[in-house]
């Protein structure tokens, strides 16, 4: 699989993950305000706010990334983080989620698979997804947890 370096947070897509990630509107450089987010997430829903997380939704904030799964249907991943927190449990992740992942802060920055899956970052970058009692560990920054997610990789569930 050849790979290109196209984004400024340093991870190579692969052609399939850039072609949907173009098509929902992305593109090397792009550029969001992050301050709707930090205010909403940060100050209304009481989420820790890291440089990971701006400089993440910098680049990738408000897209619909509509990618193919393996039975050959189609699924989202949005990263309308401020849409994607709106009438989920904060206590839910600050609490249960994190005894279980043994990290104390996250915010969330959007969501998979038809908006069922919340995917949330702690303050190394690493991205996680929780629906209900359901948690797994996705990947080691938001790039990769695009690429993973675009390209049907597995994720590690938690227990």
């Avoid at 909403?40 to 997380?53: K, N």
Wanted: hydrophobic share 35%; charged share 25%; proline share 3%.
């Amino acid at each position: 699989m050849q790979e290109i370096p196209n984004s400024a947070l340093g991870c190579r897509f692969s052609p399939l993950t850039e072609d949907c990630l173009r098509k929902a509107g992305w593109h090397a450089g792009r550029k969001v305000l992050t301050l709707k987010y930090r205010a909403y997430l940060s100050f209304y829903e009481r989420y820790s706010w890291f440089p990971e997380v701006a400089a993440f939704l910098g680049e990738f904030g408000d897209l619909t990334i509509k990618f193919k799964q393996d039975e050959g249907g189609s699924d989202t991943l949005n990263t309308h983080a401020c849409d994607a927190s709106a009438g989920v449990d904060v206590s839910w992740i600050q609490e249960d989620y994190a005894r279980r992942i043994g990290h104390s802060q996250f915010c969330v920055i959007g969501t998979a698979f038809s908006n069922h899956l919340l995917l949330f970052m702690d303050g190394a970058g690493r991205v996680y997804g929780g629906f209900d009692d359901y948690l797994c560990y996705i990947a080691e920054d938001g790039t990769k947890a695009i690429e993973r997610i675009c390209t049907n990789q597995p994720v590690q569930e938690i227990s």
